[in-house]
């Protein structure tokens, strides 16, 4: 089993930055493949950002790229979301999520999640 627990969330500014912790424990070498999803009031949960096991390889959804970056610190068993330019449209609880395999945008691939942590982006 894996125990994935977000933090970082909070309320900021249209413009703003945040930056998104969640940390590993348990089994950690199933997190070969590390994502975030998010999800808006009345939406389905989307696809964020997603990382490899070795950081090398990163996929983003084209409505974050460019302002989010997806990272992750192995030694200390925690991925990081670096937020910037945050939008009103970004506000939703974020997810974060551990892969068996390797990253990938497909929520389904996901055995463990955690329990989410709220961003909300004030206009």
């Known amino acids: 089993q894996v125990q994935l627990v977000e933090s970082g969330g909070g309320l900021v500014q249209a413009g703003g930055s945040l930056r998104l912790s969640c940390a590993a424990s348990g089994r950690t070498y199933s997190t070969v493949g590390m994502g975030w999803f998010r999800q808006a009031p009345g939406k389905e949960r989307e696809f964020v950002a997603a990382v490899s096991w070795g950081g090398f390889r990163t996929y983003y959804a084209d409505s974050v790229k460019g302002r989010f970056t997806i990272s992750r610190d192995n030694a200390k068993n925690t991925v990081y979301l670096q937020m910037n330019s945050l939008k009103p449209e970004d506000t939703a609880v974020y997810y974060c999520?551990?892969?068996?395999?390797?990253?990938?945008?497909?929520?389904?691939?996901?055995?463990?999640w955690g329990q989410g942590t709220q961003v909300t982006v004030s206009s």
């Open positions: 999520a551990a892969s068996r395999n390797g990253p990938t945008a497909v929520a389904a691939a996901y055995a463990y």
